[in-house]
Protein backbone atom coordinates (compact mmCIF):
# COMPACT_ATOMS: atom_id res chain seq x y z
CA UNK A 1 0.00 0.00 0.00
CA UNK A 2 1.26 3.39 -1.01
CA UNK A 3 0.04 6.85 0.32
CA UNK A 4 -0.12 10.05 -0.93
CA UNK A 5 -1.66 13.42 -0.19
CA UNK A 6 -5.20 13.02 -1.75
CA UNK A 7 -5.19 8.83 -2.54
CA UNK A 8 -4.04 5.71 -1.29
CA UNK A 9 -2.92 2.65 -3.31
CA UNK A 10 -3.12 -0.87 -3.02
CA UNK A 11 -2.15 -3.98 -4.82
CA UNK A 12 -2.38 -7.77 -4.12
CA UNK A 13 -2.34 -9.73 -1.01
CA UNK A 14 -4.68 -12.68 0.21
CA UNK A 15 -8.24 -13.39 -1.06
CA UNK A 16 -10.79 -14.66 1.69
CA UNK A 17 -10.55 -17.78 -0.08
CA UNK A 18 -6.43 -17.82 0.43
CA UNK A 19 -5.78 -17.00 -2.85
CA UNK A 20 -3.20 -14.40 -3.61
CA UNK A 21 -4.47 -11.33 -5.58
CA UNK A 22 -3.43 -9.50 -8.41
CA UNK A 23 -5.47 -6.61 -8.66
CA UNK A 24 -4.96 -2.80 -8.25
CA UNK A 25 -7.30 -0.28 -6.21
CA UNK A 26 -6.78 3.60 -5.54
CA UNK A 27 -9.04 5.13 -2.29
CA UNK A 28 -9.40 8.93 -3.18
CA UNK A 29 -10.42 12.19 -1.61
CA UNK A 30 -8.20 11.58 1.89
CA UNK A 31 -8.66 14.95 2.76
CA UNK A 32 -12.49 14.23 3.72
CA UNK A 33 -11.61 10.53 4.59
CA UNK A 34 -15.26 9.80 2.77
CA UNK A 35 -13.89 8.71 -0.38
CA UNK A 36 -14.46 5.22 -2.05
CA UNK A 37 -12.14 2.60 -3.43
CA UNK A 38 -11.62 2.18 -7.31
CA UNK A 39 -10.77 -0.86 -9.17
CA UNK A 40 -7.74 0.25 -11.85
CA UNK A 41 -7.55 -2.27 -14.44
CA UNK A 42 -4.63 -2.63 -16.61
CA UNK A 43 -3.44 -5.73 -18.96
CA UNK A 44 0.01 -5.85 -17.79
CA UNK A 45 0.60 -6.07 -13.95
CA UNK A 46 2.50 -7.68 -11.24
CA UNK A 47 1.33 -11.63 -10.48
CA UNK A 48 -0.33 -12.68 -8.14
CA UNK A 49 1.12 -12.14 -4.79
CA UNK A 50 1.33 -11.30 -0.99
CA UNK A 51 4.07 -10.87 1.88
CA UNK A 52 5.56 -8.58 -1.06
CA UNK A 53 7.82 -5.46 0.15
CA UNK A 54 6.52 -2.21 -0.75
CA UNK A 55 7.07 1.86 -0.72
CA UNK A 56 6.65 4.78 -2.69
CA UNK A 57 8.44 7.60 -3.55
CA UNK A 58 8.51 10.78 -6.17
CA UNK A 59 4.69 10.01 -7.43
CA UNK A 60 5.53 5.94 -7.95
CA UNK A 61 4.75 2.84 -6.01
CA UNK A 62 7.39 0.22 -5.58
CA UNK A 63 6.49 -3.89 -4.75
CA UNK A 64 9.29 -6.58 -5.08
CA UNK A 65 9.44 -9.97 -4.30
CA UNK A 66 6.52 -11.68 -2.63
CA UNK A 67 4.52 -15.04 -2.58
CA UNK A 68 2.27 -16.66 -5.47
CA UNK A 69 0.52 -19.41 -5.54
CA UNK A 70 1.96 -23.17 -4.76
CA UNK A 71 4.62 -21.77 -2.90
CA UNK A 72 6.13 -19.49 -5.63
CA UNK A 73 8.23 -16.92 -4.88
CA UNK A 74 9.65 -13.97 -6.83
CA UNK A 75 12.78 -11.83 -7.00
CA UNK A 76 10.99 -8.80 -9.33
CA UNK A 77 10.35 -5.36 -8.84
CA UNK A 78 7.87 -3.15 -10.19
CA UNK A 79 6.79 0.21 -10.30
CA UNK A 80 3.30 1.77 -10.61
CA UNK A 81 2.90 5.69 -12.01
CA UNK A 82 0.86 7.52 -9.85
CA UNK A 83 -0.04 10.03 -12.73
CA UNK A 84 -0.76 7.53 -15.79
CA UNK A 85 -1.48 4.53 -13.19
CA UNK A 86 0.55 2.15 -15.57
CA UNK A 87 2.38 -0.54 -14.18
CA UNK A 88 6.36 -1.31 -15.10
CA UNK A 89 8.46 -4.20 -14.50
CA UNK A 90 11.77 -2.89 -13.64
CA UNK A 91 15.56 -4.68 -14.24
CA UNK A 92 14.62 -5.72 -17.86
CA UNK A 93 15.34 -4.94 -21.56
CA UNK A 94 12.81 -4.63 -23.92
CA UNK A 95 13.45 -7.95 -24.54
CA UNK A 96 12.13 -9.46 -21.57
CA UNK A 97 16.32 -10.60 -20.69
CA UNK A 98 18.08 -9.30 -17.40
CA UNK A 99 19.59 -6.39 -17.45
CA UNK A 100 21.95 -7.34 -14.93
CA UNK A 101 23.69 -10.56 -14.02
CA UNK A 102 22.68 -10.34 -10.14
CA UNK A 103 18.84 -10.08 -9.02
CA UNK A 104 18.12 -11.58 -5.54
CA UNK A 105 16.52 -14.65 -4.33
CA UNK A 106 13.25 -15.34 -4.65
CA UNK A 107 11.65 -15.01 -1.13
CA UNK A 108 8.87 -13.41 0.89
CA UNK A 109 7.84 -12.43 3.98
CA UNK A 110 10.45 -9.75 3.47
CA UNK A 111 11.01 -5.72 5.06
CA UNK A 112 12.03 -2.78 3.92
CA UNK A 113 10.90 -0.46 1.37
CA UNK A 114 11.63 2.74 -0.19
CA UNK A 115 12.20 6.35 1.67
CA UNK A 116 10.10 9.34 0.32
CA UNK A 117 12.17 11.13 -2.31
CA UNK A 118 14.95 8.03 -2.01
CA UNK A 119 15.91 6.35 -5.24
CA UNK A 120 17.16 3.09 -2.77
CA UNK A 121 14.59 0.44 -2.60
CA UNK A 122 15.70 -2.37 0.37
CA UNK A 123 14.60 -5.78 0.83
CA UNK A 124 16.18 -7.26 3.88
CA UNK A 125 16.15 -10.85 4.42
CA UNK A 126 13.01 -13.51 4.18
CA UNK A 127 11.83 -16.38 3.51
CA UNK A 128 11.73 -19.43 0.12
CA UNK A 129 12.44 -22.62 0.76
CA UNK A 130 15.54 -21.62 2.71
CA UNK A 131 16.09 -18.96 5.00
CA UNK A 132 17.84 -15.49 3.49
CA UNK A 133 20.20 -13.43 5.93
CA UNK A 134 20.95 -10.94 2.64
CA UNK A 135 19.83 -7.21 2.51
CA UNK A 136 19.82 -6.18 -0.95
CA UNK A 137 19.09 -2.84 -2.63
CA UNK A 138 17.46 -1.87 -5.90
CA UNK A 139 18.85 1.15 -7.46
CA UNK A 140 15.63 2.96 -8.88
CA UNK A 141 18.03 4.89 -10.96
CA UNK A 142 20.28 3.06 -12.65
CA UNK A 143 18.08 -0.13 -12.26
CA UNK A 144 20.48 -2.58 -11.04
CA UNK A 145 20.31 -4.74 -7.26
CA UNK A 146 23.39 -4.70 -5.02
CA UNK A 147 23.66 -6.96 -2.08
CA UNK A 148 25.02 -4.61 0.55
CA UNK A 149 25.04 -7.05 3.45
CA UNK A 150 25.91 -10.95 3.70
CA UNK A 151 26.40 -11.45 0.08
CA UNK A 152 26.79 -15.47 -0.83
CA UNK A 153 25.55 -17.00 2.09
CA UNK A 154 28.63 -15.65 4.65
CA UNK A 155 26.65 -15.24 6.86
CA UNK A 156 25.31 -17.46 9.49
CA UNK A 157 22.87 -18.18 13.11
CA UNK A 158 26.12 -18.23 15.43
CA UNK A 159 27.68 -14.72 15.31
CA UNK A 160 26.05 -11.64 17.75
CA UNK A 161 26.68 -8.98 15.34
CA UNK A 162 23.82 -8.94 12.43
CA UNK A 163 20.23 -9.92 13.00
CA UNK A 164 20.14 -13.87 12.33
CA UNK A 165 17.65 -15.14 9.48
CA UNK A 166 13.83 -14.18 9.86
CA UNK A 167 11.13 -13.15 8.11
CA UNK A 168 7.72 -11.82 8.12
CA UNK A 169 9.52 -9.18 10.64
CA UNK A 170 8.26 -5.32 10.83
CA UNK A 171 10.42 -2.87 8.85
CA UNK A 172 10.53 0.54 7.79
CA UNK A 173 13.45 2.96 6.16
CA UNK A 174 13.72 5.89 9.05
CA UNK A 175 15.76 7.82 6.41
CA UNK A 176 17.23 7.03 2.93
CA UNK A 177 20.41 4.90 4.67
CA UNK A 178 18.83 3.47 7.25
CA UNK A 179 16.13 0.52 7.65
CA UNK A 180 14.48 -0.34 10.75
CA UNK A 181 13.58 -4.07 11.70
CA UNK A 182 11.69 -5.46 14.72
CA UNK A 183 10.77 -8.81 15.87
CA UNK A 184 9.63 -11.61 13.03
CA UNK A 185 10.04 -15.45 13.18
CA UNK A 186 13.05 -17.05 13.10
CA UNK A 187 12.52 -20.62 13.39
CA UNK A 188 12.07 -21.33 9.44
CA UNK A 189 12.84 -24.00 6.47
CA UNK A 190 16.93 -24.06 8.12
CA UNK A 191 17.30 -22.08 10.94
CA UNK A 192 16.22 -22.42 14.65
CA UNK A 193 15.38 -19.40 17.14
CA UNK A 194 12.86 -17.78 18.73
CA UNK A 195 9.80 -17.53 16.93
CA UNK A 196 8.30 -14.66 17.58
CA UNK A 197 11.49 -12.58 17.97
CA UNK A 198 11.45 -9.12 20.16
CA UNK A 199 14.72 -8.02 18.78
CA UNK A 200 15.56 -4.41 17.27
CA UNK A 201 18.24 -3.96 14.77
CA UNK A 202 19.21 -0.78 12.88
CA UNK A 203 21.15 -0.89 9.57
CA UNK A 204 23.57 1.63 8.22
CA UNK A 205 23.76 1.63 4.56
CA UNK A 206 26.64 3.75 4.18
CA UNK A 207 28.70 2.22 6.87
CA UNK A 208 27.34 -1.09 6.06
CA UNK A 209 27.07 -1.71 10.11
CA UNK A 210 24.21 -3.19 11.97
CA UNK A 211 23.44 -2.17 15.42
CA UNK A 212 21.32 -3.84 17.67
CA UNK A 213 19.15 -1.60 20.13
CA UNK A 214 17.66 -2.08 23.49
CA UNK A 215 14.08 -3.70 22.86
CA UNK A 216 10.37 -2.48 24.54
CA UNK A 217 7.32 -3.99 22.64
CA UNK A 218 6.12 -7.61 23.19
CA UNK A 219 7.78 -10.12 20.91
CA UNK A 220 5.32 -10.61 17.57
CA UNK A 221 5.52 -11.65 14.19
CA UNK A 222 3.32 -10.20 10.90
CA UNK A 223 3.70 -6.77 12.73
CA UNK A 224 3.16 -3.42 11.00
CA UNK A 225 5.63 -0.50 10.79
CA UNK A 226 5.40 3.12 9.30
CA UNK A 227 6.62 6.34 10.14
CA UNK A 228 4.61 9.15 11.53
CA UNK A 229 4.70 12.66 9.68
CA UNK A 230 7.53 15.00 11.72
CA UNK A 231 6.71 17.17 14.18
CA UNK A 232 8.75 20.08 15.42
CA UNK A 233 11.60 18.25 14.31
CA UNK A 234 11.08 15.43 15.59
CA UNK A 235 10.40 11.65 13.73
CA UNK A 236 8.89 8.85 15.10
CA UNK A 237 8.15 5.26 13.99
CA UNK A 238 4.95 3.26 14.85
CA UNK A 239 4.73 -0.48 15.58
CA UNK A 240 1.46 -1.88 15.82
CA UNK A 241 -0.21 -5.12 15.60
CA UNK A 242 1.00 -8.75 14.82
CA UNK A 243 0.99 -11.89 16.44
CA UNK A 244 2.45 -12.71 19.82
CA UNK A 245 1.64 -16.02 21.07
CA UNK A 246 2.95 -18.75 18.73
CA UNK A 247 3.71 -22.66 19.53
CA UNK A 248 6.73 -21.45 20.58
CA UNK A 249 5.46 -19.30 23.66
CA UNK A 250 4.82 -20.34 26.97
CA UNK A 251 3.92 -17.15 28.58
CA UNK A 252 3.24 -13.19 27.10
CA UNK A 253 1.76 -10.19 27.67
CA UNK A 254 -0.58 -9.24 25.14
CA UNK A 255 -0.97 -5.89 23.60
CA UNK A 256 -3.68 -4.05 23.80
CA UNK A 257 -5.92 -2.75 20.61
CA UNK A 258 -4.91 0.77 21.76
CA UNK A 259 -1.22 0.55 22.47
CA UNK A 260 1.03 1.20 19.90
CA UNK A 261 5.44 0.81 19.88
CA UNK A 262 7.22 4.31 19.35
CA UNK A 263 10.54 4.49 18.12
CA UNK A 264 13.18 7.48 18.29
CA UNK A 265 15.32 7.02 15.18
CA UNK A 266 17.65 9.51 16.47
CA UNK A 267 18.10 8.05 20.09
CA UNK A 268 17.61 4.46 18.81
CA UNK A 269 14.82 4.50 21.78
CA UNK A 270 11.08 2.51 22.21
CA UNK A 271 8.70 3.39 23.94
CA UNK A 272 4.88 1.97 24.24
CA UNK A 273 2.12 4.90 23.75
CA UNK A 274 -1.35 4.88 24.44
CA UNK A 275 -3.97 5.89 21.37
CA UNK A 276 -7.01 7.28 21.66
CA UNK A 277 -10.80 6.30 19.38
CA UNK A 278 -13.19 8.76 18.43
CA UNK A 279 -15.73 5.64 18.45
CA UNK A 280 -13.90 2.02 18.70
CA UNK A 281 -10.19 0.52 18.42
CA UNK A 282 -9.61 -1.71 15.84
CA UNK A 283 -9.69 -5.33 16.08
CA UNK A 284 -6.31 -6.87 17.46
CA UNK A 285 -4.79 -8.22 13.82
CA UNK A 286 -1.45 -8.90 12.36
CA UNK A 287 -0.45 -8.66 8.66
CA UNK A 288 -2.01 -5.47 8.09
CA UNK A 289 -0.63 -2.55 5.23
CA UNK A 290 0.53 0.75 6.85
CA UNK A 291 1.90 3.68 5.52
CA UNK A 292 2.21 7.30 5.91
CA UNK A 293 -0.09 9.80 4.99
CA UNK A 294 -0.34 13.67 5.58
CA UNK A 295 -2.42 13.90 8.68
CA UNK A 296 -0.91 10.14 10.20
CA UNK A 297 -0.84 6.35 9.56
CA UNK A 298 -3.43 4.54 7.60
CA UNK A 299 -4.04 1.07 8.06
CA UNK A 300 -5.59 -1.25 5.79
CA UNK A 301 -7.02 -4.81 6.28
CA UNK A 302 -4.68 -7.90 7.88
CA UNK A 303 -5.67 -10.97 9.94
CA UNK A 304 -7.93 -10.99 12.91
CA UNK A 305 -6.20 -12.49 15.44
CA UNK A 306 -9.50 -13.33 17.72
CA UNK A 307 -11.59 -15.01 14.78
CA UNK A 308 -8.80 -15.72 12.44
CA UNK A 309 -10.58 -14.07 9.50
CA UNK A 310 -8.91 -11.65 7.02
CA UNK A 311 -9.76 -8.07 6.97
CA UNK A 312 -11.09 -5.50 4.73
CA UNK A 313 -10.94 -2.22 6.87
CA UNK A 314 -9.12 0.96 6.62
CA UNK A 315 -8.33 3.19 9.29
CA UNK A 316 -6.22 6.26 10.43
CA UNK A 317 -3.80 6.52 13.27
CA UNK A 318 -4.13 10.61 13.33
CA UNK A 319 -1.36 12.65 15.02
CA UNK A 320 2.62 13.25 13.58
CA UNK A 321 5.37 12.73 15.48
CA UNK A 322 5.24 15.35 17.59
CA UNK A 323 1.87 14.43 19.25
CA UNK A 324 2.85 11.04 19.74
CA UNK A 325 5.66 12.01 21.52
CA UNK A 326 3.22 13.53 24.28
CA UNK A 327 0.19 10.63 23.94
CA UNK A 328 0.09 8.63 27.27
CA UNK A 329 3.14 6.08 27.96
CA UNK A 330 3.16 2.93 29.81
CA UNK A 331 6.07 0.33 31.19
CA UNK A 332 7.59 -2.08 28.64
CA UNK A 333 6.34 -5.07 29.85
CA UNK A 334 9.15 -7.88 31.40
CA UNK A 335 7.14 -11.07 31.27
CA UNK A 336 7.68 -13.21 28.02
CA UNK A 337 9.00 -16.81 28.18
CA UNK A 338 9.35 -19.38 25.32
CA UNK A 339 10.32 -23.16 25.04
CA UNK A 340 13.69 -21.71 23.75
CA UNK A 341 14.42 -19.96 26.67
CA UNK A 342 13.14 -22.74 28.81
CA UNK A 343 15.24 -25.45 26.65
CA UNK A 344 18.45 -23.93 26.80
CA UNK A 345 17.87 -23.23 31.19
CA UNK A 346 17.51 -27.00 31.12
CA UNK A 347 20.42 -27.87 28.54
CA UNK A 348 22.85 -25.54 30.21
CA UNK A 349 21.45 -26.93 33.95
CA UNK A 350 21.61 -30.45 32.46
CA UNK A 351 24.91 -30.55 30.73
CA UNK A 352 26.63 -27.32 31.71
CA UNK A 353 26.84 -27.99 35.62
CA UNK A 354 25.73 -31.46 36.95
CA UNK A 355 26.82 -33.71 33.71
CA UNK A 356 30.03 -31.86 33.52
CA UNK A 357 30.82 -31.93 37.53
CA UNK A 358 29.49 -35.36 37.83
CA UNK A 359 31.83 -36.79 35.77
CA UNK A 360 34.53 -34.45 37.36
CA UNK A 361 33.86 -36.56 40.14
CA UNK A 362 34.36 -39.79 39.32
CA UNK A 363 37.39 -38.78 37.48
CA UNK A 364 39.41 -36.77 40.32
CA UNK A 365 37.93 -37.96 43.22
CA UNK A 366 37.98 -41.68 43.47
CA UNK A 367 38.62 -43.66 46.41
CA UNK A 368 38.29 -46.56 48.14
CA UNK A 369 34.70 -46.40 49.36
CA UNK A 370 31.31 -46.01 47.19
CA UNK A 371 30.56 -42.26 48.14
CA UNK A 372 31.99 -40.67 45.03
CA UNK A 373 30.14 -43.07 42.83
CA UNK A 374 26.49 -42.47 44.27
CA UNK A 375 27.40 -38.84 44.11
CA UNK A 376 28.54 -39.37 40.27
CA UNK A 377 25.87 -41.52 39.92
CA UNK A 378 23.55 -38.99 41.04
CA UNK A 379 24.41 -35.83 39.61
CA UNK A 380 24.55 -37.94 36.01
CA UNK A 381 20.99 -39.11 36.61
CA UNK A 382 19.60 -35.73 37.28
CA UNK A 383 21.42 -34.05 34.38
CA UNK A 384 19.92 -36.52 31.36
CA UNK A 385 16.39 -36.05 33.22
CA UNK A 386 17.27 -32.15 32.17
CA UNK A 387 18.35 -33.24 28.88
CA UNK A 388 15.40 -35.02 28.32
CA UNK A 389 12.94 -32.39 28.99
CA UNK A 390 15.41 -29.73 27.13
CA UNK A 391 15.15 -31.95 24.26
CA UNK A 392 11.44 -32.16 24.22
CA UNK A 393 12.01 -28.33 24.18
CA UNK A 394 13.60 -28.14 21.83
CA UNK A 395 10.98 -30.48 19.57
CA UNK A 396 8.43 -28.23 20.80
CA UNK A 397 10.51 -24.95 20.22
CA UNK A 398 11.42 -25.49 16.35
CA UNK A 399 8.08 -24.78 13.50
CA UNK A 400 10.32 -25.83 10.78
CA UNK A 401 13.11 -28.97 9.88
CA UNK A 402 14.26 -29.88 13.94
CA UNK A 403 17.63 -31.26 12.47
CA UNK A 404 18.21 -29.18 9.51
CA UNK A 405 20.63 -27.08 10.77
CA UNK A 406 24.38 -27.64 13.23
CA UNK A 407 22.66 -26.87 16.13
CA UNK A 408 19.71 -29.52 15.79
CA UNK A 409 21.91 -32.57 14.82
CA UNK A 410 24.48 -31.68 17.56
CA UNK A 411 21.67 -31.42 19.60
CA UNK A 412 20.18 -35.36 18.80
CA UNK A 413 23.70 -36.37 18.55
CA UNK A 414 24.20 -35.33 22.24
CA UNK A 415 21.22 -36.42 23.60
CA UNK A 416 22.05 -39.93 22.24
CA UNK A 417 24.99 -40.45 23.53
CA UNK A 418 23.73 -39.17 26.88
CA UNK A 419 20.96 -41.77 26.73
CA UNK A 420 23.22 -44.76 26.21
CA UNK A 421 25.44 -43.74 29.00
CA UNK A 422 23.39 -45.04 31.49
CA UNK A 423 22.46 -47.94 29.28
CA UNK A 424 26.20 -48.77 28.83
CA UNK A 425 26.54 -48.72 33.06
CA UNK A 426 24.10 -51.48 33.17
CA UNK A 427 25.56 -53.81 31.49
CA UNK A 428 28.97 -52.97 33.32
CA UNK A 429 31.29 -55.99 34.40
CA UNK A 430 32.23 -56.31 38.15
CA UNK A 431 35.03 -54.16 39.00
CA UNK A 432 37.62 -56.12 40.41
CA UNK A 433 39.54 -56.33 43.96
CA UNK A 434 42.67 -54.30 44.17
CA UNK A 435 45.12 -57.45 44.20
CA UNK A 436 42.85 -58.39 40.65
CA UNK A 437 43.95 -57.47 37.12
CA UNK A 438 41.25 -55.87 35.57
CA UNK A 439 38.87 -58.34 33.05
CA UNK A 440 39.37 -57.47 29.06
CA UNK A 441 35.93 -57.57 29.28
CA UNK A 442 36.15 -54.27 31.84
CA UNK A 443 38.67 -52.89 30.26
CA UNK A 444 36.59 -52.15 26.77
CA UNK A 445 33.56 -51.39 29.17
CA UNK A 446 35.52 -48.42 30.70
CA UNK A 447 37.01 -47.14 27.47
CA UNK A 448 33.68 -47.21 25.67
CA UNK A 449 32.07 -45.62 28.71
CA UNK A 450 35.35 -43.05 29.24
CA UNK A 451 35.21 -42.08 25.48
CA UNK A 452 31.11 -42.21 25.25
CA UNK A 453 30.79 -39.98 28.03
CA UNK A 454 33.43 -37.29 27.14
CA UNK A 455 32.52 -37.16 23.60
CA UNK A 456 28.73 -36.56 24.67
CA UNK A 457 30.27 -33.61 27.47
CA UNK A 458 32.44 -32.20 24.66
CA UNK A 459 29.81 -31.62 21.87
CA UNK A 460 27.13 -30.69 24.78
CA UNK A 461 29.51 -27.58 26.32
CA UNK A 462 30.35 -26.62 22.16
CA UNK A 463 26.34 -26.88 21.63
CA UNK A 464 25.30 -24.74 24.06
CA UNK A 465 27.96 -22.38 23.01
CA UNK A 466 25.96 -22.11 19.55
CA UNK A 467 22.69 -22.33 21.09
CA UNK A 468 23.13 -18.92 22.94
CA UNK A 469 23.67 -17.27 19.69
CA UNK A 470 20.68 -19.50 17.91
CA UNK A 471 18.34 -17.92 20.73
CA UNK A 472 19.41 -14.86 19.86
CA UNK A 473 20.12 -14.26 23.53
CA UNK A 474 21.04 -11.26 25.18
CA UNK A 475 24.69 -10.09 25.49
CA UNK A 476 24.87 -10.70 29.43
CA UNK A 477 23.63 -14.11 29.04
CA UNK A 478 26.14 -15.56 26.99
CA UNK A 479 28.82 -13.76 27.97
CA UNK A 480 27.72 -15.16 31.57
CA UNK A 481 28.07 -18.59 29.90
CA UNK A 482 31.51 -18.32 28.33
CA UNK A 483 33.06 -16.66 31.80
CA UNK A 484 31.47 -19.93 33.18
CA UNK A 485 32.33 -22.31 30.81
CA UNK A 486 36.15 -21.06 30.91
CA UNK A 487 36.24 -21.42 34.96
CA UNK A 488 34.80 -24.96 33.89
CA UNK A 489 37.78 -25.36 31.48
CA UNK A 490 40.55 -24.13 33.96
CA UNK A 491 39.34 -26.13 36.31
CA UNK A 492 39.81 -29.53 35.02
CA UNK A 493 43.37 -28.66 33.57
CA UNK A 494 44.73 -27.80 37.52
CA UNK A 495 42.95 -30.90 38.63
CA UNK A 496 44.55 -32.85 35.39
CA UNK A 497 47.71 -31.37 36.37
CA UNK A 498 47.92 -31.69 39.89
CA UNK A 499 46.84 -35.75 39.16
CA UNK A 500 49.24 -36.13 36.92
CA UNK A 501 51.74 -34.61 39.27
CA UNK A 502 50.72 -36.75 42.21
CA UNK A 503 50.79 -40.08 39.85
CA UNK A 504 54.75 -39.06 39.39
CA UNK A 505 55.45 -38.48 42.82
CA UNK A 506 54.34 -42.41 43.47
CA UNK A 507 56.42 -43.62 40.71
CA UNK A 508 60.04 -45.04 41.68
CA UNK A 509 63.04 -43.10 41.67
CA UNK A 510 64.57 -44.86 39.60
CA UNK A 511 63.93 -47.18 36.52
CA UNK A 512 65.97 -50.16 37.72
CA UNK A 513 64.53 -49.49 41.75
CA UNK A 514 61.56 -52.76 42.06
CA UNK A 515 60.01 -53.74 44.71
CA UNK A 516 62.18 -54.61 47.85
CA UNK A 517 62.95 -58.37 48.39
CA UNK A 518 62.61 -58.92 44.65
CA UNK A 519 65.11 -61.01 43.22
CA UNK A 520 65.56 -58.34 40.29
CA UNK A 521 66.53 -55.74 42.46
CA UNK A 522 69.58 -53.27 42.00
CA UNK A 523 71.23 -55.07 45.00
CA UNK A 524 71.22 -58.57 43.53
CA UNK A 525 71.14 -57.89 39.56
CA UNK A 526 73.56 -59.92 37.86
CA UNK A 527 73.62 -59.66 33.93
CA UNK A 528 73.22 -62.75 31.89
CA UNK A 529 76.15 -63.65 30.08
CA UNK A 530 75.74 -64.08 25.83
CA UNK A 531 75.87 -68.21 24.91
CA UNK A 532 78.87 -68.51 23.42
CA UNK A 533 81.57 -66.55 25.24
CA UNK A 534 82.84 -66.93 28.54
Wanted: glycine share 10%.
Amino acid sequence: MSGNTSYLILFGGRSYSNEPLHDTWVFESLGSFNGSWRNVTKTIHPTARFAMVYGSSNDFFYIATGEGGNSNYFNDIWKFDIRTEEWKELGKTNRQQLKVAYYPKPRSGASGGVYPGSSKFFVHQGISDTSHFDTVIFDIDTEEWNVVDCKDDQCNAYTPYYPHARCHHAGTLTSPNSLLIFGGCLSYVDTGGECPSGDTWVFDAQSLIWAEVNTCPVPRVYGGMALLPPGNGLRRVVLYGGIEDTPQVIQTTRSPADMVGLFDPVNKFWSLHITTAKKSFPSLRASVAMVTGPDGIFMFGGYDINSGSLLGDLWLLRGDSWTAERSVTVECPRSFTNFILAHGCLMVIGWGIFVVWGAYIARYFKSSGDTWFYLHLILQIIGQICSLAGFIMAVLSVQSRHFGFAHGIIGLLVVILGLLQPINAVFRPKHPNEESKKSRHRVIWESIHYIGGKSAILLALANISLGVFVANSRPVAWTVWFVYLGIVVMVLVISQLLQDCLKFRKRPKDFLELVPGSENTIHNYKPKMAEGHV
